[in-house]
């Protein structure tokens, strides 16, 4: 046991027998000159036992008090011949016990007072560490809100930036541009799902962001490229369809946390939604110039390419034949066999003639049962060939068709077709030039139908 440690230990038994001590040194000084002069001395040694209990609180000096006054009694009674001085120590005894009983109320209200003040200054206390927690929360909440607002607005910018991104190669450059300027660091790439990567090809099969500290000690991947030594990817995904992976790597290692990873998966979702839009917007395109039964192009946009390819043969002296074809008896088909079996009839045409055209050709639905259709870098002798052998395909092919019987119909069905090819002696508008396409095939059916007739200018 150190020095410090009995000093200190000695302090405390001094300081805890000081209260008994000084009692005692009290009340023996009290009781022998109390024989000598009872009623002189028993105020003057009891007031500061009285003041000292007040002061101290302690059990032991509130029965030397009590003791104090019974010996005065005492004294009274049996020491002290004269009646006066009986009713003077008397009228003392009683004064210290009303010193003491007002001393005692004072004592307690003003322990009832400081308890109170001490249960309001530890509400006080309490309400103000509530108060500096409520702050102290406030400020990181208006920090991290700080930060969301910078994060909205650099989306916001995002979002501007794919406003007129229609095509896929330039979503792509953008979405790594702004990938590097939403984080300041690192490489980026928006790349397209490929099974020969191993990166893309494991994001899709776990369908999982993928943050990675150091690659090349990474068992899931290995031999693979040592330059980049952190990565961090995330799928781009759409329609329930897996386009690809957004993809940040540096030399560093451990370089992205993992709240990088939850800021790439929100502009993830923005990038998806870009390449979402510009799908739907190409579907849509596709759509307004496609015909929905035979997925042929429709009337209007055909018109709109015959203006152009007529200008385009005229300028380069490029043979150009505009055609159409009209099914024959068409309306007893639908009249006979319903309006089902004559769509049915007409996605096999426009099958036959995708099969039979060439390539380079321009084929649309024209009205109800009728076709048109350009041959580009078709002479008038190669576009009659062409169309011969599509006429007498329809004609051979059986049209089985369904109807509420056990066996389907088989139908034959046979085309006419009438056609014009571009003349560098007669200079013809586009009305002109399918007006005279038009005659052709009139010219075909009044010859008997299931034929291909030519307009031949005079």
């Known amino acids: 046991m150190s020095k410090n440690r009995i000093s200190k230990n000695t302090i405390d038994i001094i300081s805890d027998s000081l209260v008994p001590i000084a009692s005692g040194i009290f009340f023996i000084f009290w009781a022998v000159n109390l024989l000598k002069h009872p009623v002189a001395y028993f105020p003057i040694i009891a007031f500061p036992i009285i003041i000292f209990y007040y002061f101290s609180g302690s059990i032991f000096s509130a029965i030397l008090v009590f003791i104090s006054i019974m010996t005065g009694i005492l004294e009274s009674l049996f020491f002290i011949d004269r009646y006066s001085e009986i009713c003077a120590l008397l009228f003392e005894c009683l004064a210290i016990f009303g010193v003491y009983a007002v001393l005692e109320l004072y004592r ?13 200054y530890e509400d006080l206390s309490r309400k103000i560490s509530e108060k500096e927690s409520i702050i102290l929360e406030n400020n990181i909440l208006s920090s991290n809100l700080s930060g969301q607002i910078k994060n909205f607005r650099k989306i916001g910018d995002i979002l501007q930036t794919f406003h007129d991104s229609l095509s896929e190669k330039e979503i792509v450059h953008k979405s790594e541009d702004i ?24 994001i899709k099969q776990n369908s999982v962001p993928l943050i990675v500290g150091n690659i090349v000690e990474d068992k899931r991947f290995n031999n693979y490229n040592s330059e980049k030594m952190s990565l961090i990817a995330v799928p781009i995904e759409f329609n329930g369809i897996f386009w690809g992976i957004l993809e940040g790597y540096s030399r560093e290692e451990n370089f992205f946390s993992q709240e990088n990873l939850q800021q790439l998966s929100m502009i993830s979702g923005i990038i998806a939604t870009a390449l979402n839009n510009f799908y739907l917007y190409k579907k849509l395109q596709t759509l307004a110039i496609t015909d929905g039964l035979t997925s042929l192009y429709t009337n ?18 490029i043979p150009l034949s505009l055609g159409i074809l009209d099914i024959d008896h068409f309306k007893n088909v ?3 066999y319903g309006h089902q079996s004559g769509d049915f009839v007409l996605r096999r045409i426009a099958s036959i003639l995708r099969l039979n055209f060439r390539e380079s050709d321009f084929i649309a639905r024209y009205g109800g049962e009728e076709f048109a259709f350009m041959m580009l870098h078709a002479s008038s002798k190669e576009a009659s060939k062409i169309l011969e052998k599509i006429r007498a395909s329809v004609e051979h092919e059986d049209f089985f068709i369904p109807v509420e019987s056990l066996l389907p119909v088989c139908l034959k069905i046979t085309v006419s077709i009438g056609f014009v090819s571009l003349s560098d002696k007669v200079e013809s508008s ?5 007006k005279n396409a038009d005659k052709a095939l009139y010219k075909a059916k009044i010859l008997g139908r299931n034929r291909v007739e030519e307009y031949l200018y005079e």
Do not use: C, M, P, Q
């Not at 586009?430 to 399918?434: P, S």
């Open 108 to 120: 307690k209200r003003h322990v009832n007072v400081r308890n109170k003040f001490i249960s309001k």
């Open 300 to 317: 209007a946009y055909f018109k709109e390419r015959l203006g152009e390819e007529l200008n385009r043969s005229r300028s380069n002296k």
């Open 430 to 434: 586009e009305e002109e030039f399918l």
């Open 179 to 202: 990938a590097f300027r939403f984080f300041s660091k690192g490489s980026w790439k928006l790349k397209k799902y490929s099974e020969y990567d191993k990166i893309t090809y494991y």
């Open 334 to 336: 639908n009249d006979k």
